[in-house]
């Protein structure tokens, strides 16, 4: 196993009391014409700041939306993760992407519509937001990340880090382990990056694309297709990957989906992926979602941002 060294990243560089204000650049739809959610695909050009360069992929941005909440005090900044590569969205270190779920939900008759997200699915090219970070120190590749081997778990938005991490491994020099990018979402109109994603398995042999469309059917026993359930239905692929010693793995999105993977790695014998804490019991189910991390959390060889 190659030594997994992270690199050495700056934070704050402009801190949530030291927000710096940069235009948007790019706006646009990437969720299908008939979906019911809409994720936009927004990029930002921060020539001139201190963040010009210094972003990894993997980290995340501040955005503080303006205006006050309901007790008159400013909105707190929300992060998100950034989706353009190391070099920059296009090639340009002064533009950095993210990848924006309008945020929108009814309970007992009312609507609710998430401040910071429509706030930034509404901008426009040249209006201004102010940003904060980056933040985050361990969900990035590591150094020498030709070396490894990777499956990349995300579920909705959680494909952000990715589709920049995948630029790195592909876009910049010749890779040659194998890359795994399981990706899930409600419905096929969903399904972010597709185009990249499928002419990246397309080119390279040892990239491997897998959906998870989960309503739209449903496996043998019933259940939904779900990010870990492609462990076990695509276990001729990925089992020899996850058996590889220099095999890392990643998991980005919905906070509970890393319960599913790591009962599956179990399932497999795959403990080197986990720090088992407590002693598990015989039937792995028995444990609820919740507790999971009580039992067990991420080895080394794991990289988890879940919210
Ligand atoms: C490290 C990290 C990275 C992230 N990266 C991304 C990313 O790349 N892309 C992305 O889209 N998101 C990402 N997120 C999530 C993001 O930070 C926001 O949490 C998300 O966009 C919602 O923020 P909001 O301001 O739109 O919603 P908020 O205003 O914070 O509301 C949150 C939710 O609650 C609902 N709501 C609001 N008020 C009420 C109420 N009174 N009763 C019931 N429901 C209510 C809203 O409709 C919304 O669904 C990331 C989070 C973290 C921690
Ligand atoms: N860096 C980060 O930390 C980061 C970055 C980006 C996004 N996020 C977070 O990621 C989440 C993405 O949400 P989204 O609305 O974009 O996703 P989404 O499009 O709704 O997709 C989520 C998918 O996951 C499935 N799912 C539900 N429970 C699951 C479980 N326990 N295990 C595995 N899969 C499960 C859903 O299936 P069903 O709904 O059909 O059951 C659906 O298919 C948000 O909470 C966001 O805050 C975090």
Same mark, same amino acid.
């Given at each position: 196993m190659p030594e997994i060294t992270l690199p050495e990243v700056e934070l704050n560089i402009y801190g949530p009391k030291d927000p710096v204000e940069v235009p948007v650049v790019e706006n646009y739809i990437i969720t299908k014409e008939s979906s019911p959610n809409f994720v936009r695909h927004i990029t930002f050009d921060v020539s001139g700041t201190e963040l010009e360069g210094k972003i990894k992929v993997g980290q995340s941005v501040g955005i503080f939306p303006p205006g006050k909440n309901e007790r008159g005090r400013d909105y707190k900044l929300r992060l998100y993760s950034v989706s353009s590569p190391n070099g920059g969205e296009h090639g340009k270190p002064n533009l950095i992407s993210t990848t924006v779920k309008r945020t929108i939900e009814e309970l007992d008759n009312k609507l609710y519509i998430g401040v910071a997200s429509n706030y930034l699915a509404d901008l426009q090219p040249g209006d201004m937001v102010k940003i904060s970070g980056p933040s985050g120190k361990r969900f990035l590749l590591p150094e @020498? +990340? @030709? +070396?490894f081997n990777y499956l990349f778990f995300a579920t909705g938005t959680g494909i952000a880090p990715y589709r920049g991490m995948i630029m790195e491994l592909f876009e910049k020099g010749d890779y040659q382990n194998e890359c795994a990018l399981i990706f899930g979402c409600p419905y096929r109109t969903d399904v972010l990056y597709s185009d990249y994603f499928e002419k990246m398995a397309q080119e390279h042999s040892n990239f491997h694309y897998l959906k998870s469309i989960s309503r739209e059917s449903r496996r043998k026993d019933g259940s939904k297709h779900y990010v870990q359930t492609k462990i076990k239905d695509e276990e001729e692929l990925l089992l020899p990957i996850l058996k590889k010693k220099n095999t890392l793995v990643y998991i980005c999105g919905l906070k509970g989906m890393e319960a599913g993977i790591y009962k599956e790695l179990l399932r497999l014998g795959l403990d080197e992926y986990l720090d088992i804490r407590k002693k598990l019991p015989d039937d792995l189910n028995d444990i609820p979602r919740n507790d999971i991390k009580k039992f067990m959390k991420p080895s080394a060889r794991t990289f988890e941002e879940v919210y």
């Open positions: @020498k +990340e @030709k +070396e």
